[in-house]
């Protein structure tokens, strides 16, 4: 359950289509989400865009996070690119290095640094300028890699305009099977190595060798987590009640823009350790971004589970707002989430809402990112 914590906190796809659409500018950066969302100032540094459709439509000169069903970029970026989607598609040039995850993805565009792209489909049709490692069912170069590139996957083709200038890693399912022209690299620069994961639904693995695990076992993990967030839940609403009573009326009264909060304050932490680690000096400083945005997303989960908690408690009950009403509150609410994630893919969509829901009622609070989040 940790680990799915941990990539909540890298991705959230789906928390910002359940907020209204907003926009906020902090310096010179830019946070949209919404339904659909396109960014078309000029003269933007960074830009951290979310929502079903998402749209880059005009160029920056840093970096950009962006996130949804349908992602497009079709204007230049100076720095760097982290998208993920159902379908994302590079039309604009990437000066940095691009990183990129969807069902298919398309890179139409060059990308000066290196490329990382996870998906079931994936078709490289533009230059890239470092190193290219790709993880997808299928597969298609038709252009060149200056450096070394990785590939694992069951299809691969090359098109006319396909050259590997370093060395080629191919991981198969049976090695030998596919097929290198050596025009595209020399034999002497490929090494084959043995795929030891089955793959499952294309992009998505699972250890070849192995028991599964059961559903009984996946639920123990589920449900001791479950108890650890609502023990901590419980003794932060005896501890300090008038706060965490405040917390869950705000989560209450306004769900969807304490969504849009968390996010909005996430996003701020995690992209200020990329920004700061442009610096020899700031670079020290990037583990400490990282941590306080981990640290702000437990914290929200254990919020956002009280407040569930705290509804349901007081919509089927009525309790008085004792300790026995706050213990009860915490360790329903936990449990509640983590039940909640056992749903196969849409129980994490509504977990993740939970804690972005929660991080956002704690980023209202805290003085750096208060300004944003209102």
Do not use: C
Not at 43 to 56: N, W
Not at 96 to 105: F, K, R, S
């Amino acid at each position: 359950m940790l680990k799915n914590l941990l990539v909540i906190l890298s991705l959230m796809l789906a928390a910002p289509a359940l907020a209204q659409d907003e926009e906020a500018v902090l310096g010179n950066d830019v946070y949209k989400a919404g339904q659909s969302v396109r960014m078309g100032e000029d003269g933007r540094d960074d830009a951290f865009l979310a929502g079903e459709g998402v749209r880059l439509a005009a160029p920056i000169t840093g970096n950009a996070h962006m996130a949804g069903r349908w992602v497009d970029i079709a204007a230049d970026l100076g720095g760097s690119l982290y998208a993920a989607g159902q379908r994302v598609r590079i039309e604009g040039a990437v000066a940095g290095d691009a990183a990129v995850a969807g069902y298919t993805i398309t890179v139409d565009a060059p990308v000066g640094g290196d490329l990382r792209a996870f998906g079931s489909e994936v078709s490289v049709t533009a230059p890239i300028g470092e190193s290219m490692i790709l993880n997808s069912e299928i597969v298609e170069l038709d252009a060149p890699v200056a450096g070394d590139a990785v590939i694992s996957t069951r299809e691969l083709t090359f098109g006319p305009g396909a050259r590997i200038d370093g060395t080629l890693t191919l991981y198969e399912e049976e090695v030998g099977t596919l097929l290198v022209p050596e025009e595209v690299v020399p034999a002497e620069r490929i090494t084959r190595v043995k795929l030891r994961f089955k793959r499952v639904s294309g992009a998505f693995q699972h250890p070849g060798g192995g028991d599964k695990r059961s559903f009984a076992d996946e639920a123990a993990d589920y449900l001791t987590w479950g108890v650890i967030i609502g023990l901590i839940a419980a003794l932060a609403a005896l501890i300090a009640p008038k706060a965490m009573g405040g917390f869950a009326e705000d989560l209450a009264a306004r769900p969807f823009r304490n969504v849009l909060s968390g996010f909005l304050g996430l996003s701020v932490l995690l992209g200020g350790g990329v920004l700061v680690a442009l610096t020899l000096i700031g670079a020290l400083l990037t583990p400490f971004f990282w941590l306080a945005a981990l640290a702000l997303g437990l914290a929200g989960l254990v919020v956002g589970a009280y407040g569930l908690g705290a509804t349901v408690i007081g919509a089927a009950f009525s309790l008085p707002k004792s300790w026995i009403f706050r213990v009860l509150a915490g360790f329903v609410g936990a449990m509640l989430t983590a039940v909640i994630g056992l749903v196969p893919f849409l129980g994490w969509i509504v977990v993740m809402a939970i804690l972005t829901a929660g991080a956002g009622v704690l980023s209202k609070r805290l003085p750096i990112l208060s300004r944003l989040a209102d």
